[in-house]
């Protein structure tokens, strides 16, 4: 089969490689109809050159064999999988803090014999606890939505629901990526009034308008802090920080009102932050972190199968696998807001 590896500096190659193997009797075999490239991945990608090792934590497609001890699975089931590796029965996961699972394991990272989820299969440990099944026809038009429900919808979520978004809430979203946009579709279901989405690229920010952005602010630092205190009055009650880096965190902490919430997702590309008397003055609260998107998938799943929301509009490329390179080069040139590979 083929996977994809990441070689950094900016390079990733499709490979041959072993097909995947049942190992352990937990074990499923996925056959992946469709995974993505995520902004995360950017970061290594466009880092210096690594030592090969395969990439992707995002896919969805057809259980072909599971495991003796396999128990909620059988072939032919169609599966969402979470960007993490999930036991589904510890203490965290029951609790639904399913990133914090004490077995809990990253794809392609995990040991040697485990591939990454930009491949054509893939091997799937802990198959119970990580494998969420859709009972239900699967329209290929649904692809794209369905397959957001394994990282960035789920993670979108997790910031507004995080911040505890609510009726009435003022709500800004910092980045107009696929997480901050579905942050925003997230933070309208949830019933906010007003949605000021902040980020500067119009085809990103029209869907966001579209997902129920109530205003955009393209402008940053102080200037859009200002325009943001214009349109709120003393800031907005909570903060969605999708992008991960220092200046956008700072940026949250200024267009907060007094007594708001900061929810941060955005992957923290910075070791140490504010967090002393800009958050004592003022009472903020910051929250937010890794999405345990596991616990997600039921409570998103019935609105994408009913068709009342479609986050899978962030994507606005699909590639075959073969092309996964060019993919990449699309993103990092923000040529392209999200790409799906196909097999």
């Known amino acids: 089969m083929r996977a994809t590896y990441l070689l950094g500096?900016?390079?990733?190659?499709?490979r041959e490689v072993p097909d995947p193997v049942l190992i352990e009797p937990t074990d499923a075999l996925v056959e992946i109809t469709a995974s993505c490239i995520c902004g995360s991945d950017l970061h290594p990608y466009h880092g210096p050159a690594v030592t090969a090792r395969p990439i992707g934590h995002e896919f969805v497609g057809r259980v072909t064999e599971v495991g003796a001890e396999v128990s909620t699975l059988k072939a032919g089931d169609f599966v969402i999988a979470p960007f993490t590796i999930?036991?589904?029965?510890?203490?965290?996961?029951r609790e639904g803090l399913t990133t914090s699972c004490v077995q809990a394991g990253s794809w392609g990272r995990t040991n040697s014999t485990q591939s990454a989820c930009q491949a054509?299969?893939?091997?799937v440990p802990l198959a119970?606890?990580?494998l969420f099944k859709v009972d239900a026809e699967v329209d290929q038009a649904l692809?794209?939505?369905?397959?957001?429900?394994?990282?960035?919808?789920g993670t979108g979520y997790h910031a507004a629901r995080s911040a505890r978004v609510g009726a009435g809430d003022s709500v800004v979203v910092i980045g107009d990526g696929a997480v901050g946009l579905l942050a925003v579709?997230?933070?309208?279901?949830?019933?906010a009034e007003q949605i000021i989405l902040m980020g500067r690229h119009t085809a990103r920010t029209d869907l966001g308008r579209q997902f129920g952005a109530t205003d955009v602010v393209s402008e940053r630092g102080e200037?859009?802090?200002?325009?943001?205190r214009e349109l709120t009055g003393h800031g907005a009650h909570k903060v969605l920080e999708a992008v991960g880096l220092l200046p956008a965190f700072e940026q949250a902490i200024g267009v907060a009102r007094p007594g708001g919430t900061i929810s941060r997702v955005g992957v923290p590309q910075y070791a140490t932050g504010p967090v002393g008397r800009e958050f004592f003055g003022p009472n903020l609260t910051l929250?937010?972190?890794?999405?345990?998107?596991?616990s997600y998938i039921g409570t998103l799943l019935p609105d994408v199968l009913e068709g009342r929301v479609n986050p899978g509009l962030v994507f606005d490329s699909v590639l075959p696998l073969q092309q996964v390179a060019q993919g990449y080069a699309a993103m990092e040139a923000r040529e392209s807001l999200k790409v799906m590979l196909r097999g």
């Open 143 to 153: 692809l794209p939505s369905l397959l957001t429900l394994s990282d960035v919808y």
């Open 287 to 294: 929250t937010g972190g890794v999405a345990p998107v596991r």
């Open 128 to 130: 119970d606890g990580t």
């Open 9 to 14: 500096d900016q390079s990733v190659e499709l």
């Open 120 to 123: 054509e299969a893939i091997r």
């Open 223 to 228: 200037e859009g802090i200002a325009k943001v």
């Open 86 to 93: 999930n036991c589904g029965t510890c203490q965290f996961c």
């Open 185 to 191: 579709l997230s933070a309208k279901a949830l019933g």
